[in-house]
């Protein structure tokens, strides 16, 4: 059974920075793509970044600069480092475990971004 629990979240004033950790339970977390999402309010979720099993991140998106997603396989921790946040990051954000063709995600952890 694959648990992922996603830490980190709060409110931070624009320009900010905050680091976002996902821990995950299961065996062989280093062989598996993950990923960070985010739904905002009324909006879709989106995917933020992905890294794959050897740590390239493919995508960059529209976050490219500002956020920058790593994994610690020996601790099966993805983190997500923001930085230069803006009030248009406000969301709740997910990780995102894909093992083959099944997905398991977290309980998302609340990003919010004010003065």
């Known amino acids: 059974q694959v648990q992922l629990v996603e830490s980190g979240g709060g409110l931070v004033q624009p320009g900010g920075s905050l680091r976002l950790s996902c821990a995950a339970s299961g065996s062989f977390f280093g062989l598996f793509v993950m990923g960070w999402y985010r739904q905002a309010p009324g909006k879709q979720r989106e995917l933020v970044a992905e890294?794959?099993?050897?740590?390239?991140?493919p995508y960059a998106g529209s976050k490219k600069g500002r956020f920058t997603i790593s994994r610690d396989n020996a601790k099966k921790t993805v983190y997500l480092q923001m930085n230069s946040l803006k009030p248009e990051d406000t969301a709740v954000y997910y990780c995102?475990?894909?093992?083959?063709?099944?997905?398991?995600w977290g309980q998302g952890t609340q990003v919010t971004v004010s003065s």
């Open positions: 995102k475990m894909t093992r083959g063709s099944k997905d398991y």
């Open positions: 890294i794959t099993s050897n740590s390239n991140t």
